[in-house]
């Protein structure tokens, strides 16, 4: 278990003991970057990489048209952009206690440009794929900047600022993936390119700058040398994992190639397991993985996106745009409805979460964000049939999911992981992401798919099945101790 006990601290006060360690951190970087322009920086480069994701969206049948390739092919342009994040974050974030955040940030962005470039210059579709391969690698900054915030940052003005980060997981209130579709019309899907390695040019130059360089107090305690051979087991965990959920869901469970999948799954954690217990600094030390403080936070974030991304990204999706058992709203209608509300609200809502961490703490504000979207995922079931009733479940879910649940989750995340290991967790907990959108989706697209009143209905329902699940994991979640 981790040393630190559960509950030392009242909510509202989390961290604030804290400040000193927070203080020497910066000290020992020789200089304390003020909040807005630290904040700033980062918010550049969690950009860089939320641009790569949404504004290709709406390019990728010109990218097929481009090069000749179906939809099952043009599908890897996403997908593989989304599995090198999974793979990324476990271990950039684990790396950078041992290299430094800075040096961590500049890595990734480095790495993303060499994968923009080779999309720019790409004379294949595969060779398009693995630029997109290497620019997934920046999912990484997210889980960089919440722990750079952490370290540099007083407890107020972190919760503020995980908000602010947590306002672009989604995008940009819509508007990127409309500029995306303007940008690939106008000057074709190279252009989108451009602006990414621009921006991500002005992100690492603002790093250089403004990050601390070296390794913070919070790293200090950090001995060994980063496990190699745990972040390969975990890396093959991972790609089996997806491959695994993907081919279940089209070829059958039973299929030879998902169970020779399922069993590359098995065997790799069960390596990942065995290695970690033998490492003296391994990826994630075993006992922590059994922990309260590790364990409730990843179950709480798989199950809460597999019973919400399913709600608001696919049944909800096929729903409004069924003309014969839904709404009958076209592609740009439904988006336009059911998309664009909940992203443009949680843009205000997830900062706003943030402050409110100050003063409520984070564990109310993750159980009122996790048991209000449990309402809200139920309102919909309740009323699917009607479209107002739907669209107004949906964008409540930008307030107290885009909002309160990313945020605080993605706060505890940084604050909860193990004092000699403090990149772990995060990184970890960003791969979750991924792990339970595809898993929520998988579970309704049998019912969801059929195209009828009951198949949504019982899609939605098993979504709310799945978030009450959350919502009780939640309760198990521990409250900060105040000088994690």
Request: glycine share 12%; net charge positive; charged share 5%.
């Amino acid at each position: 278990m981790i040393s630190s006990p559960a509950n030392a601290a009242p909510q509202g006060a989390d961290v604030e003991a804290a400040a000193p360690a927070q203080a020497a951190s910066a000290q020992s970087a020789g200089r304390r970057p003020q909040a807005a322009v630290l904040i700033t920086t980062l918010l550049l480069g969690v950009l860089s990489f939320q641009l790569n994701a949404s504004m290709v969206t709406p390019a990728l049948p010109q990218i097929g048209v481009h090069f000749g390739a179906d939809a099952g092919a043009v599908a890897q342009v996403q997908s593989m952009f989304f599995l090198a994040g999974a793979i990324s974050g476990p271990i950039m974030g684990r790396w950078s206690d041992f290299i430094g955040r800075r040096r961590a940030l500049l890595l990734v962005l480095g790495v993303m440009a060499v994968g923009t470039v080779l999309c720019l210059l790409a004379p294949s579709l595969p060779l398009l794929v693995v630029g997109r391969f290497l620019q997934g690698v920046s999912s990484a900054i997210f889980a960089l900047a919440y722990i750079v915030l952490r370290e540099n940052l007083d407890a107020r003005a972190f919760g503020t600022s995980v908000g602010i980060i947590a306002a672009v997981n989604g995008g940009i209130a819509g508007f990127d993936g409309y500029a995306g579709g303007l940008m690939t019309e106008a000057f074709g899907f190279q252009s989108i390119f451009l602006v990414v390695l621009g921006l991500a040019a002005i992100a690492a130059a603002c790093i250089i700058r403004f990050v601390p360089g070296g390794r913070t107090a919070h790293a200090a305690g950090t001995s060994g040398s980063m496990d190699w051979w745990g972040a390969a087991f975990l890396s093959a965990f991972l790609v089996c994992l997806s491959y695994f959920v993907s081919t279940g869901s089209s070829a059958g469970w039973t299929s030879v190639p998902a169970l020779a999948l399922l069993t590359g799954t098995v065997a790799a954690f069960i390596a990942f397991y065995a290695v970690e217990k033998r490492r003296s600094s391994p990826l994630i030390a075993v006992h922590h993985l059994r922990s309260r403080q590790v364990w409730t936070v990843i179950a709480t974030t798989v199950l809460t996106l597999a019973g919400i991304f399913a709600i608001m990204n696919f049944t909800v999706v096929l729903l409004s745009q069924d003309g014969k058992n839904g709404f009958g709203f076209s592609a740009s209608l439904s988006a336009l409805l059911f998309l664009t509300p909940a992203a443009l609200i949680g843009v205000f809502a997830a900062p706003l979460a943030g402050w409110l961490t100050g003063r409520m703490g984070w564990i109310r504000t993750l159980r009122i964000g996790t048991a209000l979207s449990l309402a809200c995922a139920m309102a919909a079931a309740l009323f699917a049939g009607n479209e107002w009733a739907v669209l107004a479940a949906v964008a409540a879910l930008g307030i107290f999911y885009n909002g309160f649940f990313l945020t605080s989750i993605n706060g505890l995340s940084v604050l909860l992981s193990p004092k000699e290991a403090p990149g772990s967790l995060p990184g970890i907990n960003g791969a979750s992401f991924g792990t339970g959108a595809s898993l929520g989706v998988v579970l309704v697209a049998p019912f969801a798919g059929l195209g009828t009143q009951g198949g949504y209905g019982v899609a939605l329902w098993i979504s709310v099945g799945i978030t009450a699940a959350a919502l009780l994991v939640s309760l198990l979640v521990p409250a900060p101790d105040a000088s994690a």
